[in-house]
């Protein structure tokens, strides 16, 4: 992949509108994850010794971890080469076999990765990674045909059918949902450096990141500056050179009916506004002080708009924060108390002084809660993911006379149990 950048470049370039060098970030960002992938699955995966308890003294033990044998994949549109890949180079290190079913607006990209699999692997056995194309029936197909675990990534809505499915065949999933993830600016913050990071969380890839920056709470005493910050910020970003795109035309209304509902609703634009949506670029959306209860603030946008809400403290940030039923990632700017604002948050991973670090980081876990999904992509929790254990007790010696688990123990043994129970665990 990486002798044959250019090409992958150009391809994601053209079929997912995103710019090059968004592209280039992709694939660096894929690769990262799969060399570390490469260089640590034997360490984590190898076989661990576990001690046995007092009863068990004559016993060692050891865990074994199995892969599930065939794993599907679904994946998104949004970034077509590092969203799968979590799953697929996961899956693949930990011994299972993969069926990729690409998002319908995206198979060029994934025709690309699958055989470029093939070709820096000539001697694996053919169907080691497997491509099936096409919509969303194609996917249900998969849930159904049998695979010994699915990962699936997407939205919500899709999240709950594809559950149902493996429901029916008992099938574990892996569910990498929507989210709407915040920003709290404290008001010891760097003020321009939130708002510059801000602003890329927010607007990177026209918005269409699933731990992209929607919402922002930033402290009174800051406000004003950080506004005016974060405006500067993206009268310097342009559609068409800055970001791509929408990929999807029916995205458009969904960021028109969010803009619109918070407008109604009593918000202030501090940037842009209805007139920013055209009918394939969204110039950037700045909603200042929309109700808790609007769409923007509750409803994934998936666009380059972002909510700014002014707080009178960080428990109110932290409140209103966690007061959705998104629990995907966060970012927190404060120079001295990001990390104790971090740990309060209700969310799989957060960024502390600066945005989306997490997703860069290979040896990190990804994955959220609530109606963001659960399980874990990435890093050695990625890892465990995609096996499942074996535990293997083995008796080392018999002890004489003492035949605990058997119907041969001895009555001074089952009247020692219950003295044994209290000296054990009733103290
Ligand atoms: P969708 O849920 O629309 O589609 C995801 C995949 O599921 C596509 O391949 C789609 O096929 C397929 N699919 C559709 N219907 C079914 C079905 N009934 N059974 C099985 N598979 C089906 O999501 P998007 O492609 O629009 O992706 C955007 C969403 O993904 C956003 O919500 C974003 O937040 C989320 N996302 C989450 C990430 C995370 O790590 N948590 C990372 C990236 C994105 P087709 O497209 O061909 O119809």
């Not at 960021?255 to 506004?273: K, N």
Request: glycine share 10%; hydrophobic share 45%.
């Amino acid at each position: 992949m990486a002798r044959h950048a250019e090409e992958i470049i150009a391809l994601l370039h053209a079929e997912n509108g995103k710019p090059r060098p968004d592209a280039a970030l992709e694939l660096l960002l894929t690769l990262e994850h799969i060399a570390w992938t490469a260089e640590h699955a034997r360490t984590v995966l190898r076989p661990t010794k576990r001690t046995p308890g007092m009863l068990t003294r004559n016993f060692s033990a050891q865990v074994e971890r199995l892969p599930f044998g065939v794993v599907g994949v679904i994946g998104p549109w949004n970034y077509p080469l590092y969203t799968p890949n979590g799953s697929i180079a996961t899956a693949l290190a930990a011994g299972n076999t993969v069926v990729f079913k690409p998002s319908e607006y995206t198979p060029l990209v994934a025709r690309w990765y699958t055989d470029a699999f093939a070709r820096a692997n000539p001697d694996a056995p053919k169907g080691v990674v497997a491509l099936v194309t096409g919509a969303g029936a194609t996917g249900s197909a998969l849930c159904n045909a049998g695979v010994d675990k699915i990962a699936f990534t997407g939205s919500t809505a899709t999240g709950r059918k594809v559950m149902a499915c493996c429901a029916e065949h008992l099938v574990p999933v892996t569910l990498e949902l929507g989210g709407k993830d915040a920003a709290i600016v404290a008001a010891d913050a760097d003020i321009p450096a939130a708002a510059e990071a801000i602003a890329f969380g927010a607007m990177g890839n026209a918005g269409q990141t699933c731990v992209g920056i929607e919402r922002v709470y930033v402290e009174r005493p800051v406000r004003e500056q950080f506004l005016a910050e974060l405006t500067t910020a993206l009268r310097r970003v342009h559609p068409g050179v800055s970001y791509g795109p929408m990929t999807m035309p029916g995205q458009i209304e969904i960021v028109r009916r969010h803009v619109e509902d918070a407008i109604t609703a009593g918000a202030d634009t501090a940037l842009g506004g209805l007139d920013s949506i055209g009918s394939r670029y969204i110039n950037p959306i700045v909603l200042v002080d929309p109700p808790h209860s609007s769409a923007a603030i509750q409803e994934e946008t998936f666009g380059p708009t972002v909510t700014v809400t002014t707080v009178d403290s960080v428990d109110e940030a932290v409140h209103l924060t966690n007061d959705v039923s998104y629990g995907l990632a966060g970012a927190v700017f404060s120079r001295h108390h990001a990390l104790d604002i971090a740990r309060r948050l209700d969310v799989g991973q957060i960024s502390t002084n600066s945005v989306l670090g997490f997703a860069a980081i290979a040896a990190l876990p990804l994955g959220g809660r609530g109606e963001s999904g659960f399980g874990r992509i990435h890093g050695p929790e990625g890892l465990h993911e995609f096996t499942r254990t074996r535990a293997i007790a083995t008796q080392r010696f018999a002890i004489p006379g003492v035949h605990l688990l058997s119907f041969r123990r001895p009555d001074w043994l089952n009247q020692l149990l219950p003295r044994l129970i209290t000296w054990l665990h009733g103290r």
